[in-house]
């Protein structure tokens, strides 16, 4: 049904007209906006909500989708836990909710995601001094993931892929280092390191 259909149809210009006469009284008096209809199956359907009372859920769960995100949940579960029809759409919403806060709460989930991404290289620790190469692998994941929120990879900087190449192979040679001679120091390592030109 085009517009002008709508238009023509004596009962859906009647209730468009009403919805219309209660959007102008809800702008100048301050009540309750009218909610929203269609004509469904040969009738006019109204909305069990209005457009705010969807606008406040809608912004409720994507604040809850952004809590879950801080909390390690992964996209796809906050997406069935909320009702998102997928992971990457949670993504983008949290993302596009992200934009819109104020700059001390982007910060705050910053520093928040900062301490999670601590948290794991700690617990990668050990298995890194016994040279296991999963772990070195997620520890340069997790670097990478930490340069991204702290902007490092910005435009702005001029930072090289050389960097990230002197770094791959500093954290490997430290690897096989500690796993031949578990019983080296720090300082020792980092003078091997040194002499051999990786650091």
Excluded: C, N
């Excluded at 809608?58 to 996209?75: D, F, K, M, P, T």
């Excluded at 906050?78 to 001390?104: N, Q, T």
């Excluded at 500093?170 to 051999?196: R, S």
Aim: glycine content about 6%.
């Amino acid at each position: 049904m085009t517009p002008k259909d709508k238009e023509r149809d004596p009962e859906y210009a009647q209730a468009l007209k009403e919805y219309r006469e209660a959007e102008d009284a809800a702008q100048r008096d301050g009540t309750p906006k009218p909610r929203t209809f269609k004509r469904k199956g040969g009738e006019i359907v109204y909305s069990e909500r209005t457009a705010d009372e969807v606008r406040l859920t809608s912004a409720q769960r994507v604040a809850r989708a952004a809590e879950l995100r801080v909390q390690r949940y992964s996209w796809d579960t906050i997406a069935r836990e909320l009702g998102y029809k997928s992971g990457d759409v949670a993504r983008k919403a949290v993302g596009r909710h992200m934009a819109r806060l104020p700059m001390e709460s982007v910060e705050t989930l910053r520093q928040s995601e900062l301490e999670g991404l601590d948290v794991a290289e700690v617990a990668l620790a050990d298995r890194i001094r016994q040279g296991d190469t999963r772990a070195i692998e997620a520890m340069l994941k997790i670097k990478h993931h930490r340069a991204r929120l702290t902007r490092l990879y910005d435009d702005r900087l001029s930072v090289t892929s050389d960097v990230s190449l002197v770094v791959v192979q500093t954290v490997t040679a430290t690897a096989q280092l500690l796993k031949t001679h578990p019983e080296m120091t720090v300082e020792e390592v980092a003078g091997v390191l040194m002499v051999e030109g990786s650091l």
